[in-house]
């Protein structure tokens, strides 16, 4: 996976401090043509201003007093659950030495396998 994010923006945050995160999926409209250099990448969906392919992304934010910051985003693969993305932006919020206050995840979240993720995680969420 792939990550883009600016460390610049992130040196105003206080490591070691616990802050709100939210990870949300956003679907662009595809109304071209699917081959095989972006077959991983078209995501098929329900219907939406006159399609049902997609490209998506999913991105992490952080949350703070002052405004909420994108901090990466990756592009979603056909092949990859919400639970690698979760699982890798967890690690990112770790490396960057950031503590979880509460996880906000938009409802394409809502699965049995990410909420026993987050639980036997012992990540403290919320779904909206």
């Known amino acids: 996976m792939r990550v ?10 206080k490591p070691e401090k616990k802050y709100e995160f939210a ?8 109304y071209g043509t699917i081959n095989s250099a972006n077959e ?3 995501i098929r ?10 490209y998506s992304y999913v991105s992490l934010s952080i949350i703070n007093k002052n405004g909420r910051y994108t901090i990466a985003v990756l592009p979603v ?20 030495k950031f503590s979880i206050r509460v996880l906000c995840l938009d409802r ?9 993720f987050l639980q036997n995680n012992e990540i403290p969420h919320i779904t909206q």
């Open 108 to 116: 394409e979240f809502c699965s049995v396998d990410v909420f026993e």
């Open 77 to 96: 693969e056909r092949n990859k659950t919400k639970v690698d993305y979760l699982t890798y932006f967890i690690d990112l919020i770790k490396e960057l």
């Open 40 to 42: 991983d990448y078209v």
């Open 23 to 30: 990870i949300d999926f956003t679907n662009d409209p595809y």
């Open 4 to 13: 883009f994010f600016s460390q610049g923006s992130l040196s105003t945050l």
């Open 45 to 54: 969906s329900q219907a939406k201003k006159s399609t049902n392919s997609f």
